[in-house]
């Protein structure tokens, strides 16, 4: 492939650990994109794989110019790993799809013929998830929650299965969040957008990489990397404990003064101090994660770093 030749479609694909399907996933995308009869590249991101995938994809390259690959020194993760793709791809219309054959290549042709002059980004639901029941019903919870802090105004798509156009790669470079969920960033932006629906098959080879616990990471991540909910929670409970606070002391007083009545005060005493030491501690550990976030944020290391590139 000429490198002068200008590149219509950019497929994106972050890899980790896929060694086993790649020959299959490389195999069926050649035959869709050679259908599409545009010039288009496939961008495979490493991300430090230890399975032996780098050089899976690096003895398909040789068979297929239209593989440029990147490898990771180590595993930064799915969101530095597409951003790396978002970065080398040169194509028109950019297509973002997970190694793992879930979401089918041969769905791709509708993604691109969902375009019209007023959409810039197409995003994708599956008609029938086919995941196991607690990584069906976290994503749910994921995307619920999600939608519930955002609001309405909010069209929160969490498939990892999308198409842009190159202006929209182009804004989301533009964000210098250290925190990028590509598609909460995107979501976000509010870009001309249209959702469509698209098989998803049972994996078939390898295991998911995201545990009930990877969810409640990106949960964690999506609440404190996009919203100030937490500080909101902290200031709503210290309102709380002041009313209740202010509350209380004006029943002791009324039982002093008017009904001439004593309470032994160290009970109360003792539930309220130990409300507001929760409080206290709460709020610590909510303002040292922003701390935390602002404190990576200044020291400016890069997204990810490239241990090798072949084009």
């Known amino acids: 492939m000429a490198k002068s030749k200008r590149i219509e479609i950019s497929l994106v694909i972050p890899v980790f650990n896929e060694a086993d399907i790649l020959p299959d996933l490389v195999s069926r995308l050649t035959v869709v994109c050679a259908g599409l009869e545009k010039p288009y590249e496939i961008i495979f991101v490493d991300d430090g794989s230890d399975d032996g995938s780098f050089e899976t994809l690096t003895n398909l390259k040789k068979q297929n110019p239209h593989l440029r690959l990147l490898k990771f ?4 993760g799915q969101q530095a790993a597409v951003l790396a793709g978002f970065r080398l791809c040169r194509g028109d219309i950019v297509v973002q799809l997970d190694s793992d054959l879930q979401h ?17 980004l197409v995003t994708t639901i599956p008609k029938k998830r086919r995941d196991d029941l607690l990584r069906t019903l ?8 999600g939608q519930l802090l955002f609001g309405r105004a909010f069209k929160l798509n969490l498939s990892s299965f999308r198409a842009m156009r190159k202006s929209v790669v ?27 629906e698209v098989e998803h098959h049972i994996r078939q080879k390898g295991r998911t990489k995201y545990s009930i616990l990877n ?19 902290v200031t709503y409970m210290g309102l709380f404990g002041a009313i209740m606070g ?9 039982q002093r003064i008017v009904q001439g009545v004593l309470i ?26 922003y701390l ?14 490239i241990e090798k590139a072949i084009e």
């Not at 020194?73 to 930064?76: G, Q, S």
């Not at 202010?246 to 009324?254: D, E, G």
């Open 292 to 305: 935390g976030r602002v404190h990576t944020q200044l020291q400016n290391r890069p997204d990810y770093i």
């Open 215 to 233: 969810l409640i990471q990106l949960t964690w991540d999506l609440i404190t990397g996009y919203s100030n909910f937490p500080l909101r929670v």
């Open 73 to 76: 020194t180590r595993n930064f």
């Open 246 to 254: 202010f509350s209380v002391m004006l029943f002791l007083l009324f």
């Open 170 to 196: 182009e804004r989301v470079e533009a964000c210098r969040d250290r925190s990028r969920y590509m598609a909460v960033l995107m979501s976000w932006m509010g870009v001309p957008s249209v959702e469509i």
């Open 264 to 289: 032994e005060g160290f009970i109360v005493l003792s539930a309220v101090f130990a409300f507001f030491a929760g409080v206290q501690l709460l709020s610590i550990g909510f303002l040292g994660e």
């Open 104 to 120: 089918p290549p041969e769905e791709i042709p509708r993604l691109l013929e969902a375009f019209t002059e007023k959409v810039d």
């Open 138 to 145: 976290g994503s749910r919870y994921l995307r619920g929650f």
